[in-house]
């Protein structure tokens, strides 16, 4: 009989990874011009940035689900802003892409995400140069070149969308790395919302304004109030799920679950918008790439064991002493 505990375990990983491909599909179908024809990326950002911030709002400071964490104005100041201004970004870019290039083609291309990552943590002094893990970004980018030189689809402005957004979600996560955990701060999915979602919708509205507020003022696009509070219920439902998976088994399991999600994305999306094509060279692209990724993962889970072991050891060595 399976443990209970167990269970509830998979039912929180499949939770997340429904989900999120759930998320990524909807949020093409509602953007394509050939479907729900909502072509506004910025707006249906802010209307996910207003819905979970008013969201997590409530569940602080009303239900008092969890607690607010000791925020000074000069750590909202020079950590919380400029982390949302970049989290901003990487969702305004990153629905932006979907205007042009496939959610397969999309997903491959987030396998740089590592070399991103890698890049900035570089940048910021938090990491050093590594002949391995430079080599595993470099197998990942092997990778995705051969993957968009098979792309029959490929849009050169929807892939300097796609890019630009990976390159900002990782300068977020390095950001949030240096500027918050280093000050002993630690937000969870929810109050992270509470803090980062106001300060990135504040962020978004000047772009809106200058983008698409007098091309929504002219355009013949109803809105749909049902349409877009299930689309961001979803992504609301999105955070949470990863603040249930990261609790009961870690952030690595994140990431393997989000291979998994990742290889059900172009399949589903091949079947749900059958105008793009997945040929035998982006499978095959995308497959050196995940290669990289592994090896980039196994090398950081490895260097996070080693931390662990040493911390560990340090009070036996300071007896000894």
Known sequence: MINKTLAFTYLYLLTYILLSAGVILYNKW?????????????????IHMGFSGAVAFFL??????VSPVKMTFEIY???????????ASSLWFGNTAFLHISVAFIQMLK???PMATFIMAIMCGIDKPRCDVFLSV????????IASYGEIHFNVLGTVYQVTGIF???LRLVLTQVLLNKKGLTLNPITSLYYIAPCSFVFLFVPWCLLE??????????????????NALCALALNFSIFLVIGRTGAVTIRVAG?????????????IFPEYTITGLNIIGYGVALCGVFIYNYIKLKDVRVSQQSAESMPGRITKD
């Open 30 to 46: 509602v953007l394509s011009t050939k479907y729900f024809n909502f072509p506004f990326p910025i707006t249906l950002t802010m």
């Open 60 to 65: 602080v400071r009303v239900f008092k689900v």
């Open 77 to 87: 100041a020079t950590s919380v802003i400029p982390i949302s201004a970049f989290f």
């Open 111 to 113: 396998a740089l995400m």
């Open 138 to 145: 470099l197998l990942v980018s092997i990778g995705v070149v």
């Open 168 to 170: 900002a979600e990782a």
């Open 213 to 230: 507020k007098t091309q929504m003022q002219v355009s013949q696009n109803q809105f749909n109030f049902w349409i877009f509070f299930s």
């Open 259 to 271: 291979v998994l999600k990742d290889w059900m994305l172009i399949a589903l999306s091949a079947v």
